[in-house]
């Protein structure tokens, strides 16, 4: 599963739908926004994909780049990805293993996951994808699959990426429909800002639901085909 699937904790409970991943199989090579540790990386080793991870914490980045040893087809960046260029942010780092960090402070997440907090903060400068890209010499034409898990900003990463949108097939991500954390995106600002660059969705898979209600999904996004 692409997302990483987080056990709910408290009043909350999990939905544990599988997730197919068959639009793999049509993908060309994978760009991963917030890796973590890389967990995904067997997943796309089976369908031998050449793979961009960037992942903007630096202890959790030398974790994913000692993951990826013996994947030669995957490499690391150590980036923090948003809709600006060398914009500073207090980016928050959560107390497991990273996977919650974001540079948003923790609101709803809490009735999901009361034990996730953060621990300290650390000061990073922001890059957008298309720049990223052109620093690293990567070719997008490599690459028609954006993949997202940047708890609550993945908004941003889309509006920086947008130069590059028309060079994509598919987008994934993980988004809820509430106010996880504060200010973030929901899945209905991602639907409607695809929509205007002629994505539409593909399925929806449902991991865990707010008791009070809200959902967190995965949610893949697919290029409408060209009627002209």
Same mark, same amino acid.
């Given at each position: 599963?692409? #997302?990483?699937?987080?056990?709910?904790?408290?009043?909350?409970?999990?939905?544990?739908?599988? %997730?197919?991943?068959? =639009?793999?199989?049509?993908?060309?090579? %994978?760009?991963?926004? $917030?890796?973590?540790?890389?967990?995904?990386?067997?997943?796309?080793?089976?369908?031998?994909?050449?793979?961009?991870?960037?992942?903007?914490?630096?202890?959790? =980045?030398?974790?994913?780049?000692?993951?990826?040893? $013996?994947? #030669?087809?995957?490499?690391?960046?150590? &980036?923090?990805?948003?809709?600006?260029?060398?914009?500073? &942010?207090?980016? *928050?780092?959560?107390?497991?293993?990273?996977?919650?960090?974001?540079?948003?402070?923790?609101?709803? *997440?809490?009735?999901?996951?009361?034990?996730?907090?953060?621990?300290?903060?650390?000061?990073?400068?922001?890059?957008?994808?298309?720049? !990223?890209?052109?620093?690293?010499?990567?070719?997008?034409?490599? &690459?028609?699959?954006?993949?997202?898990?940047?708890?609550?900003?993945?908004?941003?990463?889309?509006?920086?990426?947008?130069?590059? !949108?028309?060079?994509?097939?598919?987008?994934?991500?993980?988004?809820?429909?509430?106010? #996880?954390?504060?200010?973030?995106?929901?899945?209905?600002?991602?639907?409607? =800002?695809?929509?205007?660059?002629?994505?539409?969705?593909?399925?929806? *898979?449902? =991991?865990?639901?707010?008791?009070?209600?809200?959902? &967190?999904?995965?949610?893949?996004?697919?290029?409408?085909?060209?009627?002209?």
């Amino acid at each position: 599963m692409l #997302s990483r699937v987080k056990g709910v904790l408290g009043r909350a409970r999990s939905l544990v739908t599988p %997730v197919p991943e068959s =639009f793999l199989k049509n993908a060309r090579g %994978v760009i991963h926004v $917030g890796a973590n540790a890389g967990q995904e990386r067997d997943l796309y080793e089976q369908y031998r994909l050449p793979v961009v991870w960037v992942e903007p914490i630096p202890e959790v =980045f030398d974790q994913l780049k000692a993951n990826l040893t $013996g994947y #030669s087809r995957q490499r690391a960046y150590q &980036y923090l990805v948003t809709d600006a260029d060398d914009k500073e &942010y207090a980016f *928050h780092i959560s107390n497991n293993d990273g996977k919650s960090s974001s540079i948003l402070e923790l609101k709803l *997440h809490k009735d999901i996951w009361p034990d996730v907090a953060f621990t300290k903060s650390v000061t990073l400068r922001s890059v957008t994808l298309p720049s !990223l890209l052109r620093q690293e010499s990567l070719d997008i034409r490599k &690459y028609d699959t954006l993949i997202m898990d940047t708890q609550g900003s993945e908004l941003l990463v889309l509006k920086g990426a947008a130069p590059i !949108l028309p060079d994509l097939t598919f987008v994934k991500t993980e988004v809820s429909d509430f106010e #996880s954390y504060e200010g973030c995106c929901q899945l209905a600002d991602i639907s409607r =800002f695809l929509a205007q660059h002629g994505f539409a969705e593909r399925e929806r *898979h449902p =991991f865990a639901r707010r008791a009070e209600g809200g959902v &967190y999904y995965d949610v893949t996004y697919e290029r409408a085909p060209s009627l002209g």
